[in-house]
C-alpha cells in the first residue's frame, strides 16, 4: 500500500531562499520508492510582501506535487504550520522551514524511524552554525525554565521541525487555541516520540523571521500555555508583600503611639509605599496577561484565514 508523505512549508518572504528550497526537498522526496511512497508539498504564504508568492504559483505550474495555501495577512508561524498540517493529507507530515537552517535530507531518517513504529519524530540540533551566542544562551535556559515551570517536558535543542504519524496528527488538530507552541503542543500529546540528531546550518539566504521581540513573544506563549506558575508565584509574592505591609503598620503604629517623632519612618514607610505598589503592578501585570489569553479564546475567531487555495483537487 502507498503512503503519503505530507511536507509542510511555512513561508513569510522567502523569495531569496524559495527556489532552492523548492529543490532540495523534490530532491530529496524524489529518493524515496515510488512504489511505497507519494508526496505533497503544501507551502503556506504567511502574508508575504515580497515575490514568494509568484515564485510558489510558478512552481506550482511545474510539478503537480506542489499545493499552496496563501493567507489574507500574516498570522504569524505557528499559525501557518497549524494551517498546512489542517490542510495535509498525509498518513506522515513533516514540518520545515523554509530557510534550509534544517537539512531536508534529515526527512528521511524521519521517514525510517516512523517506519520503525514511532509516532513523533523530531529534529534535535547537535550543532548549530551561524548563531549568535546570546541566542545560543538564551534558547539554552529558555528550556531550562519553560521544563522547569511546566508538566510537560519540551526536548531541549529543538525546533518545530519535525515528523507526525496521521494518528499523533489527528489529535494534535483537536487543540485549537489562539496561543499556539507547536513544540509544546506535539510533546503535550504524548504517543511514540524519538529524535534524529543534525548540525544546523546557518541560513541559506534572507533575514531570520525570529528577532528578538518575536522570541520573546513566543517563549510568553510557550510559558503561558503550560504553566500556571506565574500565578502561583503572584500569589506567594502578594501574601510577602502582606506581611511586610502588616509589619509596615504595627511599626507606624507603634511611632504614633509610643514616641514623640512621628517623621520617624517616613523612610520605611515610603519604601513600603513604593514596593507594594510596585508589587500590584507586577502582580496585576501577570493576572492581566492570563486574563487578556481568556478574552482571546473566548471571541473563537478562526485561527487564519485563507485568501487562495492552489493545487487541491478539492
Known amino acids: 500500500m502507498t503512503k503519503l508523505i505530507s511536507i509542510i512549508v511555512p513561508c513569510f518572504n522567502e523569495q531569496e531562499v524559495f527556489v532552492e528550497t523548492n529543490r532540495r526537498l523534490k530532491a530529496v522526496m524524489s529518493q524515496l520508492p515510488i512504489e511505497q511512497y507519494q508526496y505533497e508539498i503544501i507551502y503556506v504564504n504567511d502574508g508575504s510582501v515580497d515575490q514568494t508568492l509568484p515564485l510558489i504559483k510558478q512552481a506550482l505550474t511545474e510539478d503537480k506535487h506542489l499545493k499552496c495555501l496563501s493567507f489574507s495577512r500574516n498570522f504569524g508561524h505557528q499559525i501557518a504550520i497549524t494551517a498546512g498540517l489542517d490542510a495535509c493529507k498525509g498518513d506522515a507530515a513533516v514540518v520545515i522551514d523554509a530557510d534550509l537552517q534544517d537539512p531536508p535530507?534529515?526527512?528521511?531518517e524521519m521517514i525510517s524511524l516512523w517506519e520503525k513504529g514511532y509516532d513523533v519524530v523530531?529534529?534535535?540540533?547537535?550543532?548549530?552554525?551561524?548563531e549568535s551566542s546570546f541566542k545560543l544562551l538564551t534558547a539554552k535556559y529558555f528550556y531550562k525554565l519553560i521544563n522547569r515551570l511546566s508538566?510537560?517536558?519540551?526536548?531541549?535543542d529543538t525546533g518545530d521541525f519535525r515528523l507526525m504519524d496521521r494518528n499523533a496528527l489527528n489529535q494534535f488538530l483537536l487543540m485549537r487555541e489562539s496561543y499556539r507552541f507547536v513544540r509544546g503542543m506535539v510533546a503535550w500529546i504524548g504517543f511514540n516520540q524519538t529524535f534524529v540528531e543534525y548540525d544546523r546550518e546557518s541560513r541559506f539566504a534572507g533575514q531570520t523571521k525570529y528577532p528578538l521581540k518575536k522570541m520573546l513573544r513566543l517563549a510568553s506563549d510557550a510559558i503561558l500555555s503550560f504553566s500556571n506558575t506565574p500565578l502561583k508565584i503572584a500569589t506567594?509574592?502578594?501574601f510577602i508583600t502582606s506581611i511586610a505591609a502588616f509589619i509596615g503598620i504595627v511599626y507606624s503604629l507603634y511611632v504614633r503611639l509610643f514616641t514623640k517623632s512621628w517623621v520617624e519612618g517616613w523612610t520605611f514607610l515610603m519604601i513600603a509605599i513604593l514596593l507594594i505598589g510596585g508589587i500590584i503592578l507586577l502582580v496585576l501585570?501577570?493576572?492581566?496577561?492570563?486574563?487578556?489569553?481568556?478574552y482571546g479564546e473566548i471571541k473563537q475567531r478562526p485561527l487564519y484565514i485563507v485568501k487562495d487555495k492552489m493545487g487541491f483537487d478539492d
Not at 535530507?105 to 528521511?108: A, E
Not at 529534529?123 to 551561524?130: E, H, N, T
Not at 501585570?285 to 481568556?294: C, N, P, Q, S, T
Open 285 to 294: 501585570g501577570i493576572i492581566g496577561e492570563y486574563v487578556g489569553r481568556i
Open 236 to 238: 506567594f509574592v502578594g
Open 122 to 130: 523530531f529534529g534535535k540540533r547537535k550543532d548549530r552554525v551561524g
Open 151 to 156: 508538566d510537560v517536558d519540551i526536548p531541549r
Open 105 to 108: 535530507t534529515v526527512i528521511l
